[in-house]
């Protein structure tokens, strides 16, 4: 094609939707460069997300599209830089920490702990450093998920280093003490021993640090949601309805304090029967589409019902790290990648309705 031009591969490219990002690639503002050498296109990709298990199939999806619409071939490279992201009102980045994303649920039970680790663990895996910080000062559950019992330790006596774990950069309250002692704090104790987990850690260059908030919307939630810089949420839910009632109330706490809400997450969503491989909607279906339609945030993704995942949790290696080229770790991974393309490349509402929040 002789006529080819860097304005006619643009051209052809205006209109095409990635559906991880959720938007178009110009709109996404990720084609970096854009040249023709030798009658062959080449086009830069740069996104604001990990994406080493997507770059190739993104690859592959921009030169289907230059040759039906150009009938050329193109070399497509796709790469990523991590920025850090603006946060909730005037709050100052950690040190060593690009990006907070908080994993909140509103009610216990629901499996909020695991997809947390899963979720640090497919980041790592998409090509992120990533750290974890187990939040749940009274019932703390990484260490135990992390499969380690490891002390942190001090170099001056003023602040941690992270422990870590399966590629993690970790820190719980778990590691200071042991897994059966109680902790007998109340509420101003429980935050003051937040803040310093968060802020005496010295994290070490992370794109992204995962915070395991515990259920409810109490002290340590208000905590983290007004004093610690969060980027963005991600709410973790079940299909019950009684488990969208307190994750519509943890959703509501975030968009107070203007944090944005990177998605939902439908946990425990169906059943599939290993022998026989029926479907059955356990806990119910359609609670996150309609908490979706509701509220005006995505569902980022479905996880099964599955006994392996709690039994390799337990065991100290979650499922993206047991079982990295799995069915089930290929769907964390599509989730931590969407909620990181929505972190970097907005879709956080700006379609959406205004929703104005009130007391009951």
């Known amino acids: 094609m002789s006529d080819l031009t860097p304005d006619a591969i643009r051209a052809a ?12 690639l110009l709109e996404a503002e990720v084609i970096r460069e854009v040249q023709v050498r030798n009658g062959i296109a080449q086009v830069q990709i740069e996104l604001g997300f990990p994406a ?3 770059r190739e199939q993104l690859g592959e999806s921009i030169r289907g599209t230059l040759r039906t619409k150009l009938g050329v071939e193109a070399q497509v490279q796709v790469g990523w830089s991590i920025r850090s992201q603006s946060v909730q009102g005037q709050l100052q980045p950690i040190a060593g920490v690009r990006n907070v994303i908080a994993v909140a649920s509103g009610k216990g039970g629901v499996g909020k702990s695991t997809v947390s680790v899963n979720l640090a663990l497919a980041l790592l895996a998409e090509g992120a450093r990533v750290g974890i910080l187990d939040a749940d000062i009274y019932g703390p559950s990484q260490p ?29 309250i778990g590691f200071l003490i042991d897994e059966d002692q109680p902790m007998i704090w109340r509420g101003p ?69 203007e944090v944005p809400i990177l998605g939902l997450v439908e946990n425990m969503s169906f059943f599939c029967c290993p022998n026989c491989g029926h479907r059955s909607e356990i806990f119910g279906a359609g609670g996150g589409d309609r908490m979706s339609e509701q509220y005006g ?64």
Not at 144 to 172: C, F, H, N, Y
Not at 211 to 233: H, K
Not at 324 to 344: C, H, K, V
């Open 13 to 24: 490219l205006q209109d095409h939707l990635d559906p991880v990002i959720g938007k178009s």
């Open 52 to 54: 080493a298990g997507y």
């Open 144 to 172: 135990r998920m992390l499969g380690t019992t490891e002390k942190p330790r001090s170099p001056d006596g003023k602040v941690m280093l992270p422990i870590e774990a399966l590629g993690l950069q970790a820190m719980s």
């Open 189 to 257: 104790m429980a935050t003051q021993g937040l803040m310093q987990l968060v802020f005496e850690t010295r994290w070490q260059d992370l794109d992204y640090l995962i915070v395991d908030l515990p259920p409810g919307t109490g002290d340590i939630q208000l905590t983290l949601s007004q004093r610690i810089p969060v980027s963005g949420a991600v709410v973790v839910t079940t299909p019950q309805d009684i488990a969208l009632i307190d994750a519509r109330k943890g959703l509501q706490m975030f968009r107070k304090v």
């Open 297 to 360: 945030v995505e569902v980022l993704g479905r996880i099964p019902l599955d006994g392996r995942i709690r039994e390799q949790a337990d065991g100290g290696r979650p499922t993206v790290a047991a079982e990295p080229e799995s069915q089930m770790s290929a769907i964390y991974r599509d989730i931590a990648r969407r909620a990181a393309a929505r972190l970097a490349h907005g879709g956080l509402g700006e379609d959406f309705p205004q929703i104005s929040i009130a007391d009951d």
